[in-house]
Nanobody
């Protein structure tokens, strides 16, 4: 059974930092493209950051220079380091694994940026 378990969300003040983790079981992370998505209330889910099998990364324009995605294949875990957080970053963040037609999602972790 494939499971993606996000952690690390919470409440943080504007300008603060959080690191999200996505622990993956049931598949080998090394052969999957991985991504972090987010969904704010009333909005569509959007891609925040992605990392390919070859460690090529891509980011939404809104988070470039502030967020960093990385993967540790040995730990089967993907991370999202989020710095200089803004109120508009408030959302539920989801981890995603993708390989050909196989797509898996985690349950999400809430990130709230507020003073």
């Amino acid at each position: 059974q494939v499971q993606l378990a996000e952690s690390g969300g919470g409440l943080v003040q504007p300008g603060g930092s959080l690191r999200l983790s996505c622990a993956v079981s049931g598949i080998s992370l090394s052969i999957y493209g991985m991504g972090w998505y987010r969904q704010a209330p009333g909005k569509q889910r959007e891609l925040v950051a992605g990392i390919s099998i070859g460690d090529t990364t891509n980011y939404a324009d809104s988070v470039k220079g502030r967020f960093n995605i990385s993967r540790d294949n040995a730990k089967n875990t993907v991370y999202l380091q989020m710095n200089s957080l803004k109120a508009e970053d408030t959302a539920v963040y989801y981890c995603n694994a993708r390989r050909r037609s196989a797509v898996y999602w985690g349950q999400g972790t809430q990130v709230t940026v507020a003073s």
